[in-house]
């Protein structure tokens, strides 16, 4: 093993990962290579920097933390480090092996121990056996995660995070950084890219019909043409949508309303 550890730091918070980041730069043998914000993500980066210690999150929108490293366990992997503000998840972190558990707000003397439990984990594994056995369980996870639809998202709620099943969403609307997954009651507001949020929702049911909006397909009661032509969608809530007009073929296609 390079005695210089590459060091991906996954956690759906900037200033989290930021703030990693720093205490990471002032020990020795460390090198950041790449941040990720959920598991999905971590599975590219894993793939393109040959990371060997994970700095892992636990609670993160798409695929969480210890679910990644549940899928990948037992296969030979990066040594892993969860980072989290839930102590209730130890006793799993080691069922998989990792590291070290660290809480938050991270303390860097105890950082720095889990980069040496880490590096001490890693030179007991073969090297060549690590790479491959890891390319092999990236591909397989890569290929599950993507061909699975995700069935809810974390939105903020004050001071804690709930977790809203796809059905009851009605449409996610670009808000800046952000993102606000809206209901029939209220708006939530997510830490994602509507980008990003698109790749991961079932295409069948969900659907963008504007650069900052995607609507789900179950939740529209009604298809209209304004006077002006522009084509406007009602929801079950009775909230009217605009739809794009680089949109409005597709639209209609995908609903069966006419032209």
Not at 8 to 36: C, T
Not at 39 to 59: F, K, M, S
Not at 79 to 100: G, I, L, S
Not at 224 to 243: C, E, I, K
Request: positive net charge; charged residues 25%.
């Amino acid at each position: 093993m390079n005695d210089v550890l590459r060091a991906l730091i996954v956690d759906d918070e900037a200033p989290a990962r930021r703030a990693l980041e720093r205490m990471l730069r002032e020990l020795s043998g460390v090198d950041v290579v790449g941040h990720a914000a959920n598991g999905l993500q971590a599975l590219d980066a894993l793939d393109v920097t040959g990371a060997d210690l994970l700095l892992l999150d636990i609670e993160m929108p798409v695929l969480a933390g210890m679910e990644l490293a549940a899928r990948l366990y037992p296969a030979v992997t990066p040594a892993v480090v969860f980072v989290t503000a839930w102590p209730q998840h130890a006793t799993r972190a080691f069922d998989v092996q990792a590291a070290d558990y660290l809480l938050k707000p991270v303390d860097p003397q105890r950082l720095a121990q889990a980069v040496d439990k880490a590096r001490m984990q890693l030179r007991t594994r073969s090297g060549e056996q690590r790479v491959k056995a890891l390319e092999a369980a990236l591909r397989a996870l890569r290929s599950e995660a993507r061909c699975a639809d995700i069935a809810q998202v974390w939105v903020e709620l004050g001071t804690g995070r709930l977790r809203l099943a796809l059905e009851q969403i009605e449409w996610f609307a670009a808000d800046g950084d952000y993102v606000q997954a809206h209901t029939a009651e209220r708006g939530y507001l997510m830490r994602d890219a509507l980008n990003r949020l698109e790749a991961t929702l079932p295409a069948s049911r969900f659907v963008r019909v504007h650069r900052s909006t995607i609507v789900n397909l179950d939740a529209v009661t009604r298809v209209a043409t304004a006077t002006n032509g522009q084509l406007v969608l009602t929801t079950r809530s009775g909230a009217t949508l605009q739809v794009g007009r680089r949109a409005r073929a597709r639209v209609r296609a995908t609903l069966g309303a006419s032209p």
